[in-house]
């Protein structure tokens, strides 16, 4: 873990401006740095190299981490309300219980990344790569998931209410998992069966 004091990362910031604005400056390295409870609020770090930085509790409200490297970057609590993530590469980063509420994660690498308890409300996922994420129990309300990859992520226990899911890639496809599980027969399906009375069925239900 790296420690860099307030003029030192005040200097490093202002070195990337130039470098974004080709006039100079270097590209920020913050790899591996000890960042946590740091306020970067509204901070311009596109496409700086985040990756093994500590920034648990850190303030990135309103930053613009567009194409960044946060790879194994830890995460945990950190205020990325409204934040800009787009391309930006979340793999294996700890984001367990990070406000994400409005950022906007479009084409964002978020495989094998930890959601435990996030809050992505209202976040702009589209395109979003969360392949093997873990997002228990996190809250996914009004979010934008449209192609987004949710291969081999488990969806128990999370907030999916007002969510756009069109075209989302990985989810089990109901009709294949009946075909596949379920007993057939000459007149179709058989989807429930009764044990005596131990599982009595829907009363609403029409038993052919």
Known sequence: M??????ELKEIINDHQKWLAGTGGVRAD???????DADLSEADLREANLSGA????????YANLSGANLSYAHL???????AKLYKADLSHADLNKADL???NLCEADLSSAGLFRANLSCANLFKADLDNACLYCAKLIEANLFNAN????DLRHVDLRDVDLSGVKGLLNPIEYIMENFEKTEDGII??????????????????
Do not use: H, M, Q
């Open 150 to 153: 949710l291969s081999g992520v």
């Open 30 to 36: 913050l790899s591996d740095a000890d960042l946590n």
């Open 101 to 103: 509420r409005s950022a």
């Open 191 to 208: 989807v429930y069966k009764s044990f005596v009375e131990n599982f009595p069925p829907n009363p609403n239900w029409i038993i052919a």
């Open 76 to 82: 945990d609590c950190a205020n990325l309300y409204n």
């Open 54 to 61: 500590y920034l648990c509790d850190a303030n990135l409200y």
């Open 2 to 7: 790296i420690t860099y004091t307030k003029e």
